[in-house]
């Protein structure tokens, strides 16, 4: 059993940043999802356990980076030039490398983030 815990949501405005934290109690391949109201879950970015791949939803490219702390056991979304559609809550995810729900057995309570513009 893997226990996730994020932090970091919040309040920004367009073009701000904010940066996500997850602190897992295993090691695992791990995501980011998100989801906005009336909308599905959607992918944003997964990171495998070593750190060394890393894969993104094209609407996050060039804006959003995942990278892991293994030593901290903590992985991190660090989200720039933020954009009024990135307003959903933000789910840590983990487990088997992928970009759907399915792939993932474990997760956390989700963290609010609001762009406003």
């Known amino acids: 059993q893997v226990q996730l815990v994020e932090s970091g949501g919040g309040l920004v405005q367009v073009g701000g940043s904010l940066r996500l934290s997850c602190v897992a109690s295993g090691r695992t391949s791990m995501g980011w999802f998100r989801q906005a109201p009336g909308k599905e879950r959607e992918f944003v970015a997964a990171i495998n356990r070593g750190a060394w791949n890393t894969n993104y939803a094209d609407s996050v490219k060039g804006r959003f980076t995942i990278s892991r702390d293994n030593a901290k056991n903590t992985v991190y979304l660090q989200m720039n030039s933020l954009k009024p559609e990135d307003t959903a809550v933000y789910y840590c995810?983990?487990?088997?490398?992928?970009?759907?729900?399915?792939?993932?057995?474990?997760w956390g309570q989700g963290t609010q983030v609001t762009v406003s513009s």
């Open positions: 995810a983990g487990g088997s490398w992928g970009t759907n729900v399915e792939d993932y057995g474990y």
